[in-house]
């Protein structure tokens, strides 16, 4: 049965006008004025609201093993509680557990993800090297249909990569037309941080955020950007939460390098007093790596969006439990880290962006959906409202008020970050694929209704203005010895 969305302003990342949205089965097949509902058809009355892209969320962590438990969502209540905020796509972490294959860790994810209720992509994390992962990129990228592998610049003693690794893997990743992903903290010092920290009596949540600076991210960044040069990859930094970070890949943008910045929800809204409360569970559970930062932190990223030197905001949904947070309670090194932001992001987005004038509604769309969906290829099938591309999308009631509460979400902790938040701007309704998935306040969605996206590699145009051009070309032999 066809479905006639009518009577609302469709926004897309580069415009908006008054529009209809015919849906034919999964996607959609006509946007237009004033479209005549073919026999038979259902409509959506979607006056007086945004017809937009579903929201696509690039970084989340959904039933995965981290610092000896396991996060709180799976597949089911995570896609189930993104559909509820609007975000039609998540795009996961598979990780694999140390020394096993790529292939096997992959095979592992999409068991996992047969619950989803929303579409889903992995990411592949390279956390050692070797000839055998070497090898199994190979087919991770032409079989499995995942074009970016995710490297950890911290976590030392467990997924951290070193330089040499980092080279090697970024070096194949521009062989198989992949991106690298980098989580940009020097672990080095930061697990030195932590060791002066403890030996100070520092044992708090607090010594978490003491002993991960901006500087640890800013240095990391800077390395990861130089890497990628140096091997001709693109590169995209998740997480993004400082201006140290921000301001290099700012830089490295406007010598023409190919390089993303994705800040998180938490860090736009969240900064680091969190971690001065007198209650050691508020504080453990906002720790996350990186750290919430100061204002001048917070203004940078949101001036990086406005400016487009920081294209996408995601939430690295990665949600524990008080219980769990409690591993760590004599020992912040041990509190597992994560926050969620899942269902929330695209609401808070909305007050704390449209709301205030610092962005578009376009620029909305562009951060939530569209960049995302180009920088992944898989644009224009997510991220656009137009003919041919899935009808994954959002009737969004920018009228509508969502209040922040742990006892009315669909995530699975006993606490939200964001709680007490009122968000001005909600999704009416959420469609995934052409279906109702959400509907005010009604979750239709079910379990295994989502589907894996496979992601193509990217075509060589990734490799331009990078100083491996000239690393590798023929170049003339020096003449003579050189005086000084
Ligand atoms: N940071 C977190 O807070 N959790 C998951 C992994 C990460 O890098
Ligand atoms: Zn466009
Ligand atoms: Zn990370
Ligand atoms: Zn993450």
Same mark, same amino acid.
């Given at each position: ?9 469709v926004?897309?990342?580069? =415009?908006?006008?008054?529009? &209809? ?23 959506? &009355? ?5 017809v ?6 690039? =970084?989340?962590?959904?039933e !995965? ?7 709180? +969502? &799976? ?21 694999? +557990?140390?020394g ?8 592992d ?9 929303? #579409?889903?992509?992995?990411? !592949?994390a ?26 950890? !610049? ?8 070193? &330089? ?14 992949? !991106? ?7 672990? #080095?010092?930061?697990? /030195? ?32 950007i ?9 590169? @995209? ?29 938490? =860090?736009?809204?969240? #900064?680091?007093?969190? @971690? ?39 939430? +690295? ?63 224009? /099938? ?32 006993? @606490? ?26 009604d ?9 894996y ?16 051009k ?15």
């Open positions: 049965m066809p479905l006639l969305i009518r009577g609302g302003t926004v897309n990342h580069d =415009h908006s006008r008054r529009a &209809d949205v015919l849906i034919h089965g999964e996607t959609i097949a006509a946007v237009a004025t004033a479209i005549e509902a073919p026999a038979g058809s259902a409509i959506i &009355d979607a006056g007086g609201c945004y937009m892209p579903g929201g696509i969320d690039p =970084h989340t962590h959904l !995965m093993p981290f610092m000896g438990t396991v996060t709180a +969502d &799976d597949f089911e209540s995570g896609t189930k509680a993104a559909l509820t905020g609007g975000t039609t796509m998540v795009v996961d972490h598979c990780l694999p +557990d140390p096993q294959s790529l292939l096997s860790a992959y095979q994810w999409r068991r996992k993800s047969e619950v989803a209720a929303a #579409d889903y992509g992995f990411h !592949m390279v956390t050692s090297w070797s000839k055998q992962i070497h090898d199994e990129m190979e087919t991770v990228v032409k079989t499995y249909g995942i074009n970016t592998f995710k490297h950890f !610049m911290a976590y030392k003693g467990a997924l951290m990569v070193n &330089d040499d690794e980092l080279y090697n893997s970024f070096a194949r990743c521009a062989g198989l037309g992949a !991106m690298p992903l980098v989580h940009a903290e020097n672990g #080095d010092i930061v697990a /030195r941080m932590q060791e002066a920290m403890m030996a100070r009596g520092v044992t708090g949540p607090e010594g978490h955020a003491y002993s991960r600076p901006p500087e640890v991210e800013g240095e990391a960044t800077n390395r990861a130089m890497i990628a040069d140096m091997t001709g990859t693109p590169l @995209y930094v998740v997480h993004t939460s400082c201006r140290e970070a921000h301001e290099a890949i700012a830089r490295a943008r406007a010598a023409g390098k190919r390089v993303y910045g994705e800040p998180l929800i938490q =860090h736009l809204l969240l #900064d680091a007093r969190e @971690y001065a409360s007198k209650d050691w569970n508020h504080s453990a559970q906002r720790v996350m790596s990186p750290p919430f930062r100061d204002k001048v932190h917070q203004d940078s990223l949101w001036a990086g969006l406005q400016a487009g030197s920081l294209q996408v905001v995601a939430t +690295d949904h990665c949600a524990f439990t008080t219980e769990q947070k409690r591993f760590g309670l004599d020992d912040f090194r041990k509190i597992p880290n994560g926050t969620g932001g899942l269902e929330d992001r695209m609401p808070l987005l909305w007050t704390a962006g449209v709301g205030t004038g610092r962005l578009t509604k376009e620029e909305f769309v562009a951060v939530t959906s569209a960049n995302i969906a180009r920088i992944l290829n898989i644009y224009p /099938r997510k991220g656009a409202v137009a003919t041919g591309s899935d009808a994954d999308l959002v009737v969004w009631d920018p009228a509508a008020t969502k209040a922040i509460r742990a006892s009315t979400q669909f995530s699975r902790i006993d @606490y939200n970050v964001f709680e007490g938040f009122t968000c001005t701007g909600a999704p009416a309704i959420t469609l995934s694929r052409g279906k109702i998935a959400w509907k005010d306040g979750l239709r969605a079910g379990k295994g209704d989502g589907r996206i496979e992601r193509p590699a990217f075509p060589p145009v990734h490799v331009a203005n990078s100083t491996w000239e690393l590798t070309a023929p170049r003339a032999v020096p003449r003579g010895p050189v005086t000084p």
